[in-house]
């Protein structure tokens, strides 16, 4: 969840003239990285080596 003070600084960014369609597009890529964020600074990640072994068996 994003609060309404992190939002305001986010559309504060935003062109002055966007469509419907881009401007959803931006509101669900800011909540993706803030919860993305959130999980980082809990310690929710995995180390870049677990990654790269996970994508060597998607090209095997």
Excluded: Y
């Amino acid at each position: 969840m994003i609060t309404k003070e992190k939002l305001k600084k986010h559309i504060e960014s935003f062109p002055d003239e966007l469509s419907i369609d881009e401007l959803i597009d931006r509101l669900v890529f800011i909540e993706k990285l803030e919860e993305r964020i959130a999980q980082s600074e809990l310690g929710e990640t995995i180390s870049e080596d677990v990654v790269k072994e996970e994508m060597k068996s998607w090209f095997d």
